[in-house]
């Protein structure tokens, strides 16, 4: 018990660095006028294809998928943190203190996944507005729980890549684009999972995205709660593989950057 607390008090002084950093960043009249509008054109554009082929359904299912897909961009920008950490000699702090430093290195990219469940349920809720789309009470009250599932999927496998990247910093953009962009293309946001080839298919199921995705438009299509719950199980497991992963690699990094005396260099 004492561990759990220590660790929970590491964890939420490490959230608490992390979102200090992202004020640094971002004033709200810059994060509401930049950076959220820019997310809002992104999901309004993708819902404008439904208006060129005169179709509400295909209005819904883009603004749906698309505003899912905003937690996912938020959440992979850990990708970038664990770079950032070696190039400021953060990680290697990090690596001496006595606390477990994936505990302390989860907490300082949490703002990451915060950020992107206000964002994408936001961006959900005035795209909607914009298109008249109809979201059912009460399956809207559980808009961000879904978005903190598929988010948190999402955060775990930005969480695995970030520590491969480690190694090549050169990379990380490329990194980051890559993944975000494979998760709207082969998730089911835009198309269905199933317009894909069956290997194509069959790897997006141990994705982020897919699963929360398919629990979301349940929810705002009045769907059968277990439909739902089982979705959302799905999209659980997942994204429990995907931090296991990414806990792994991230040791696993650490130690070689460690062995070759390279851990506080930017590459």
Not at 34 to 53: K, N, P, Y
Not at 125 to 146: K, N, Q
Not at 153 to 176: D, E, K, N, T, W
Request: proline share 4%; aromatic share 10%.
């Amino acid at each position: 018990m004492r561990l759990v607390s220590a660790w929970r008090g590491v964890f939420t002084t490490a959230a608490r660095i992390g979102f200090r950093e992202f004020s640094t960043f971002y004033t709200w009249r810059a994060w509401v006028f930049g950076w959220f509008l820019r997310l809002v054109a992104q999901v309004v554009f993708f819902g404008s294809i439904g208006l060129l082929v005169e179709s509400p359904e295909r209005i819904r299912y883009m603004v749906i998928g698309n505003a899912a897909a905003v937690v996912c961009i938020e959440a992979l920008a850990v990708i970038t943190c664990t770079v950032r950490e070696r190039a400021l000699g953060t990680l290697a702090l990090q690596v001496a203190a006595p606390a477990d430093y994936s505990i302390t290195y989860l907490g300082r990219g949490i703002y990451c996944l915060i950020v992107g469940i206000v964002s994408s349920t936001s961006v959900l809720f005035v795209a909607a507005a914009v298109f008249g789309i109809h979201l059912p009470f009460p399956g809207l009250l559980l808009v961000p729980a879904l978005m903190l599932v598929t988010g948190a999927s999402a955060y775990a496998l930005g969480i695995a890549i970030g520590a491969v990247v480690m190694r090549f910093p050169a990379l990380q953009f490329l990194a980051l684009n890559l993944a975000y962009l494979s998760l709207m293309t082969f998730c089911g946001v835009n198309v269905p999972v199933s317009y894909w080839s069956t290997p194509v298919s069959t790897v997006a199921q141990v994705l982020p995205l897919t699963h929360g995705l398919d629990a979301l438009r349940l929810a705002l299509s009045s769907g059968n709660t277990p439909d739902v719950l089982s979705s959302v199980g799905q999209e659980i497991v997942v994204g429990a593989f995907w931090l296991l992963a990414g806990i792994l690699l991230l040791k696993q990094a650490v130690a070689g950057e460690r062995r070759r005396g390279t851990i506080e260099l930017s590459g």
